[in-house]
């Protein structure tokens, strides 16, 4: 059973920077997509981005493209979101999430098996 733990977040600034993290056990990391998520209030959790398996190809929703990146250490076994020039609308607790069965990342939720349990992140204006 693979089990991701989250840490990192907190509360910000706008224009300030936060990095969450995500460590995998359980499974053979290597071989997983991994994607962050958000899910603020009243809303429905949305693809953040998403990382291949070795960490060449990575995907952004277009609302946080140029600002966050997502990276991973296969050998930590640990996906990171670093997220810069942080705005209020990006307040949300976020989420990182493993898929196993798929070859190229993908934003689509349902192919994500597993998730962490979440961590909030808040940015003030």
């Known amino acids: 059973q693979v089990q991701l733990v989250q840490s990192g977040g907190g509360s910000v600034q706008a224009g300030g920077s936060l990095r969450v993290s995500c460590a995998a056990s359980g499974g053979t990391f290597s071989m997983y997509i991994m994607g962050w998520f958000r899910q603020a209030p009243g809303k429905e959790r949305e693809f953040v981005a998403a990382?291949?398996?070795?960490?060449?190809?990575?995907y952004y929703s277009d609302s946080v493209k140029g600002r966050f990146t997502i990276s991973r250490d296969n050998a930590r076994n640990t996906v990171y979101l670093q997220m810069n020039s942080l705005k209020p609308e990006d307040t949300a607790v976020y989420y990182c999430?493993?898929?196993?069965?798929?070859?190229?990342?993908?934003?689509?939720?349902?192919?994500?098996?597993?998730w962490g349990q979440g961590t909030q992140v808040t940015v003030s204006s």
């Open positions: 999430a493993a898929d196993p069965s798929s070859a190229v990342p993908s934003t689509y939720l349902k192919w994500y098996q597993y």
């Open positions: 990382i291949s398996w070795g960490g060449d190809s990575t």
